[in-house]
């Protein structure tokens, strides 16, 4: 008896090790791409972005759950860093901030251009791949760091973000969020304004990805119905499988599918298992059900590390994406499939995006309306003085409001 116990317990490990060493091998040629890390947060906070700081060595980096040797021990080919910029900033320094941790993102390429290569495109992410590098793209978390103007979106654009996330836990004066489906906020433009649109349309023009994480279901809807490319959820898993707002409902999986977008599962244990504790193989239940609704082409990663403050058991830092890929092979993913969550469907997604953009098409140039701004101290230059542009009603008397607000502009 004790023998057939120790034969099936080695029967168990041999076949464990035989998915892991398949996951290895699958890696090599389909690095991991990561749809959102928060590293340069981190970096923010730590040490205020001093990156020369020998504490902020990426080599050596501890108590975070990505450095050098932990992309390289997960095979991490390709990293979306994000440039989080918390609610509190929006009317205030949101712009400052982004462009300061965009500059961070560069700075990372810069000190280590053995291990990062900053792109900008899916032939950059495949260059990478073949140099053996982590090809590094600016993502951006949080609409109103555009400050509703399609300027300065276009502006960040050049400077190489090419996801933006509409929102992030806060409206914009344009787009509404996550919060306004548990009530804790109210619908601001009933998913997507006027103006929202023009954001859209404009993502579209130019070739940035929209990210639908952290948005609310019907910005998730009006944004599906109206973009021209595949849009993705950078860091959100399913609601099926954990009923939390800021995971994708089974009829936006198939508005997913319809379109050809992508949900990037999220590891941050509240939104897998809807408790403090998760594990490893609750992350792949997400991924299951999105493949089963969805279908295999709509599933990726996007583990959110260095975000979050619980991640599942088994996936504790970025070095475990080869575990995660080898429960995939356990529950009978191909390799083709396999190969799409890592790297392949956000590819796809990518090269679709570029090709519907238009450089060549005039750019948006209508402004958001003086009077759904917040009644902060902005100066409102332009307003006044252009002959075709109508401010809706309300608008002189939040002008107004502005100048009692602020006087120190007088």
């Known amino acids: 008896m004790w023998a057939s116990l120790w ?63 932990k992309l390289r021990a997960g095979f991490v080919g390709a990293q979306v860093w994000l440039e989080p910029t918390p609610c509190d900033t929006q009317n205030k320094d949101a712009v400052k901030r982004t462009l300061e941790q965009i500059d961070v993102i560069h700075r990372m390429c810069q000190l280590y251009p053995e291990t990062f290569l900053c792109v900008t495109d899916s032939t950059g992410i495949r260059q990478a791949f073949r140099e053996g590098k982590v090809a590094s793209l600016v993502g951006v978390e949080g609409g109103h760091s555009i400050d509703s103007s399609l300027g300065v979106l276009r502006a960040l654009y050049h400077l190489g973000m090419r996801y933006l996330t509409l929102t992030h836990s806060c409206n914009t004066p344009w787009a509404d969020n ?47 119905q109206l973009s021209q490319a595949p849009v993705v959820f950078s860091h959100s898993s399913a609601y099926s499988v954990c009923p939390h707002r800021r995971n994708v409902p089974d009829d936006v999986l198939q508005l997913v599918k319809q379109t050809g977008s992508l949900v990037m599962v999220n590891f941050y244990s509240d939104y897998v298992s809807c408790k403090a504790e998760a594990n490893l193989s609750q992350v792949a239940d997400h991924l299951d059900h999105i493949k089963k609704v969805a279908g295999a082409g709509a599933v990726g990663l996007g583990g959110d ?69 917040e009644a902060s101290c902005r100066t409102s230059y332009g307003y006044s003085g252009a002959p075709s542009l109508h401010l809706q009603p309300g608008a002189l008397l939040a002008s107004l409001a502005l100048l009692v607000l602020c006087p120190c502009r007088l």
């Open 305 to 373: 590390y260095d975000g979050v403050s619980r991640l599942p058991s088994g996936l504790k830092d970025v070095s475990k994406y080869p575990d995660l890929a080898a429960e995939l092979l356990r529950r009978q993913w191909t390799e083709a499939e396999v190969k799409g969550a890592l790297a392949d469907n956000l590819l796809r997604v990518f090269e679709a995006v570029e090709q519907a953009s238009s450089h060549t098409q005039a750019p948006g140039e209508a402004p958001i309306p003086l009077g759904q701004l």
């Open 178 to 224: 996550w919060l306004v489906d548990t009530g804790e906020d109210e619908a601001r433009s009933q998913g997507l304004s006027l103006f929202g649109q023009s954001v859209v349309k404009e993502m579209n023009r130019l070739g940035i990805i929209i990210d639908l994480a952290h948005a609310s279901m019907a910005t998730m809807k009006a944004v599906l």
């Open 7 to 69: 034969f099936w317990a080695l029967v168990a490990v041999c076949t464990a090790d035989q998915f892991r060493d398949t996951a290895e091998r699958i890696m090599q040629s389909a690095p991991v791409i990561d749809g959102h890390n928060d590293l340069p947060w981190q970096l923010l906070k730590l040490f205020n972005n001093q990156l020369q700081d020998p504490r902020a060595n990426l080599t050596s980096l501890a108590h975070t759950h990505t450095n050098i040797p």
